[in-house]
């Protein structure tokens, strides 16, 4: 089995240990996650495996042969070929297997079989060029083009993209272009940094499927924790220079590392405790000349002390923001919305209406034009057919990651959140940076030197300050660590205004909304769908859905002009079974419906509609009543075609 080793590894940058004497040990069967919070040393720690990086000492085993393949976070741009041939480098290894086996091929034409010395290196020539032959057929290069399509096509890209230059892909087209090229090169061993960060939820659930079935070993990041509990088996955390293995998914490890913080933080305060007494005898004693040594005594004592740190990653942080204006009843109503650029319909025809306080999760494909919803509902977008209209007293707010490319200057990350900030928040600003991932001094660092992300997440930091009572939000979860997108989510729970979102991370779509609206299109034909339950519900309503379509129709029964005694008496016995087949679903269609007017009548009453849980429970029991209605009215019909089927034997 193919494995790669460390002992005692460590490196540091200046005076700073990133780690120290770390051990690790993976394996074609390993499945974990590298934690830790953000400057931890997790992408070290990576690049020092993939033999990027030299550690200053340690020991660094790979068994020989054993190949590992490394994808970084971003900076990855490819030019000068089609994305098919781009694919198709992925196979250099088996290229060089090839040639040295043609190699192998002309050394023996030139053998002779005259003497046993030639007749022996014959044979280990003929072996070697077996094995070799061996390996290439068990990689899959002769079957590599439909290998290359169903890896581009899972990761989004189109049949058409396959012969597009790569130079035209955007950023985050291009790394899925990397990730591509690390699957395709199959290695013993996979190091995946932030896989996921460019991944819409139906490449995401792709690549969950294809690491389940993948035979190899990988470590990778993610912020996905859903996408980390769905693949990994262990998780190996980077705290304070050392490296801990936790057996178990994502959320075993953070139960696991909830247990130890608690430990931690009992000792933690119990240490701050005997330091601020100990400082207290300091100051006391210290200038008299009768306690110096003993002042000093518990000086020494306070520089020998191993200070406990809390991990940054596990820290509970708990921010509020303004709570939102008073609205309305109704926050949003849309009529016959369309859109299109040029000959490309992207919306048609969409109807919406929407009460104050829902949390509406808009789902669909790539391409059903879910950011170019949001956009027409930020009022971003004016170029569209339809009307929208807001209700009282709505006040909107726009998310996207477009919104970062506004942000420069020279005033400090600080300066810039406070600048607009409401006077009650003023004393909470550093709190929430450091919710958003901006501690220590990157608080000080200009606009100007912030990276994509970090200005990403400076915009929404930005956008929840302000009294805002419907947030729109476009991938809002982007560039967030797992911590953060907690801190996020709470807010957005608590948040009493209205929030209309689209995401591609599982836990925070399941968690967040109260509806789904799903756009779809199939060919030029674009629809449209609202769902009254979250995400997890509407996951469950199109599984069911897809069963149902998938059961075969009843068999057409065999038309039979004359009928026998015999024929006649079973005719009538299956009429009778199936009126009472039809009589027992027209019963169950009564009560679902008198279930439903009970539920609406609920709704109406004051203890109830001011209850945003109270509300959510029963718009989700009628949406499943209005499924189990349509479902009961199929079967209605079947039945009720049988019947008359039946009948008209006679």
């Given amino acids: ?147 290359i399509y169903r890896v581009l096509t899972g990761l989004g890209f189109s049949p058409s993209d396959l012969n597009r230059q790569t130079g035209e892909f955007s950023g985050g087209w291009q790394m899925r272009i990397a990730l591509a090229k690390v699957l395709l090169e199959n290695p013993d061993i996979m190091l995946l940094d932030e896989p996921t960060n460019y991944l819409d939820i139906e490449a995401r659930t792709w690549l969950e499927s294809w690491l389940g079935n993948y035979t190899g070993g990988f470590l990778l990041v993610s912020h996905d924790r859903f996408f980390l509990d769905t693949t990994v088996r262990e998780v190996y955390e980077v705290f304070r220079a050392d490296l801990k293995r936790y057996v178990g998914n994502y959320t075993s490890y953070e139960k696991t590392r909830e247990m130890e913080l608690e430990g931690i933080i009992k000792r933690y305060k119990a240490q701050q405790e005997e330091i601020e007494k100990t400082e207290a005898l300091i100051n006391r004693f210290r200038y008299k000349k009768s306690k110096a040594a003993f002042a000093q005594d518990l000086i020494k004592r306070l520089d020998r002390m191993e200070r406990i740190e809390i991990p ?72 569209y057919n339809g009307s929208i209209k807001y209700g009282s007293g709505i006040s909107v707010g726009y998310f996207s990651q477009d919104a970062a490319e506004n942000l420069t200057g020279n005033i400090t990350v600080e300066q810039y959140i406070e600048a607009d900030a409401p006077t009650h928040l003023i004393p909470k600003v550093r709190a929430m940076l450091g919710a958003f991932l901006f501690r220590g001094d990157d608080i000080y660092k200009p606009l100007t030197v912030l990276s994509g992300g970090e200005k990403s997440r400076l915009a929404m930091l930005k956008m929840l300050t302000k009294p805002i009572n419907l947030l729109v939000l476009d991938e809002p979860m982007n560039h967030l660590d797992i911590q953060s997108k907690d801190i996020l989510l709470d807010c957005l729970l608590n948040f009493k205004g209205t929030v209309i979102f ?149």
């Fill in 1 to 147: 089995m193919a494995f790669v080793q460390f002992s005692k590894v460590s490196i540091a940058f200046g005076d700073r240990d990133i780690l120290n004497e770390v051990s690790l040990n993976l394996s074609a069967g390993t499945k974990a996650a590298l934690a830790g919070a953000n400057g931890a040393g997790k992408t070290t720690l990576m690049k020092i495996i993939a033999g990027e990086i030299k550690p200053d000492s340690g020991d660094r085993a790979i068994q020989k042969g054993c190949r590992i393949s490394y994808l970084p976070q971003s900076g990855i741009v490819h030019r000068g070929s089609t994305l098919r041939e781009e694919a198709e480098t992925a196979y250099k290894n088996i290229l060089l297997l090839i040639a040295k086996m043609d190699e192998l091929g002309r050394e023996l034409e030139k053998t002779s079989e005259e003497s046993s010395e030639t007749e022996g290196r014959t044979r280990l020539l003929i072996e070697e060029h077996h094995k070799l032959q061996e390996e290439i057929e068990k990689s899959g290069y002769y079957n590599r083009e439909a290998v």
């Fill in 312 to 383: 940054e990653n596990l820290k509970r942080i708990n921010i509020t923001f303004p709570p939102p204006p008073h609205s309305g009843r109704v926050a949003l109503n849309l009529e016959g919305i369309g859109r299109s650029y040029g000959q490309r319909q992207v919306i048609s025809g969409l109807d919406l209406d929407l009460d104050s306080g829902e949390k509406l999760l808009v789902a669909g494909p790539n391409g059903a034009g879910k950011s170019t919803l949001l956009r027409i509902i930020a009022g971003e977008d004016r170029d």
């Fill in 502 to 650: 689209v995401s591609h991370d599982r836990d925070f779509m399941e968690a967040l909304s109260t509806k789904t609206l799903e756009l779809s299109y199939e060919s030029d034909k674009r629809d449209h769908r609202l769902f009254y339950g979250n995400y997890a519900y509407y996951l469950d309503r199109i599984a069911r859905e897809a069963n149902i379509e998938g059961e075969q129709p009843l068999p057409p029964p065999i038309p039979l002009t004359f009928l026998s005694r015999e024929q006649e008496k079973s005719r009538q016995a299956a009429v009778k079974r199936l009126e009472r087949r039809e009589a027992e679903i027209l019963k169950s269609m009564q009560d679902l419906e008198a279930e439903k007017q009970r539920l609406e009548g609920e709704l109406a009453l004051p203890e109830v509609y001011s209850s945003g849980v109270k509300t959510r429970a029963i718009k989700i029991e009628l949406g499943k009543i209005a499924f189990d209605l349509e479902a009961k009215s199929k079967e209605w019909e079947a039945a009720a075609d049988e019947l008359q089927s039946v009948n008209g034997q006679s």
